[in-house]
T-cell receptor
Framework: QKEVEQNSGPLSVPEGAIASLNCTYS??????FFWYRQYSGKSPELIMS????GDKEDGRFTAQLNKASQYVSLLIRDSQPSDSATYLC????????????FGAGTILRVKS | DGGITQSPKYLFRKEGQNVTLSCEQN?????MYWYRQDPGQGLRLIYY???????QKGDIAEGYSVSREKKESFPLTVTSAQKNPTAFYLC???????????FGEGSRLTVL
């Protein structure tokens, strides 16, 4: 089993809809969870960090963490064409000395 | 402005040549990282350094070398031993308190 798994997509949503991106991880003791956005040809940009169970909201973005079920998700409300990108989930994995392990990413396409 | 600067942005190399990619940060972060990204794939860790004068191999260190003589600088050398060096190389540093990783703009290496 991969340490951090994401559906590769593409996930297509209409403009104005809610995009839901999911990520599962294998390490039961992971403490830090991050979502990055990567536009084609560009470097990843940190958009959300979450450390405890529950929801964390920042503008149109909400990160949700459920450590018991070992998943973290990212909701994007009122999706815009400019949100079209690859979204990378990253989790600290204790087995690797708490280094960040990245998922392969989910491609999101927002259609106007 | 605080950030991570990578140079060059684009680099072409003939087979058999060594090339060095520069990475400088002014975020006062202790830890620095080098990742490689191939088209349509996730990030793979090459080397990382948690403190000056110390560094560790990541998942794909073969054919690469690094040094960490200053806190601000973590250059990566792609040697002729690297069999398939054409890729997008990303340097990052991390906040030791939050674990958040921040990336430079990347260097795209093409072997001719």
């Amino acid at each position: 089993q991969k340490e951090v798994e994401q559906n590769s997509g593409p996930l297509s949503v209409p403009e104005g809809a809610i995009a839901s991106l999911n990520c599962t991880y294998s390490d039961r003791v992971s403490q830090s969870f991050f979502w990055y956005r990567q536009y084609s040809g560009k470097s990843p940009e940190l958009i959300m960090s979450i450390y405890s169970n529950g929801d964390k909201e920042d503008g149109r973005f909400t990160a949700q963490l459920n450590k018991a079920s070992q998943y973290v998700s990212l909701l994007i409300r009122d999706s815009q064409p400019s949100d079209s990108a690859t979204y990378l989930c990253a989790v600290t994995i204790m087995e690797y000395g708490n280094k960040l392990v990245f998922g392969a990413g989910t491609i999101l396409r927002v259609k106007s | 402005d605080g950030g991570i600067t990578q140079s060059p942005k684009y680099l072409f190399r003939k087979e058999g040549q060594n090339v060095t990619l520069s990475c400088e940060q002014n975020l006062n972060h202790d830890a620095m990282y080098w990742y490689r990204q191939d088209p349509g794939q996730g990030l793979r860790l090459i080397y990382y350094s948690q403190i000056v004068n110390d560094f560790q191999k990541g998942d794909i260190a073969e054919g690469y070398s690094v040094s960490r003589e200053k806190k601000e600088s973590f250059p990566l050398t792609v040697t002729s031993a690297q069999k398939n060096p054409t890729a997008f190389y990303l340097c990052a540093s991390s906040n030791q308190f939050t674990g958040e990783l921040f990336f430079g703009e990347g260097s795209r290496l093409t072997v001719l």
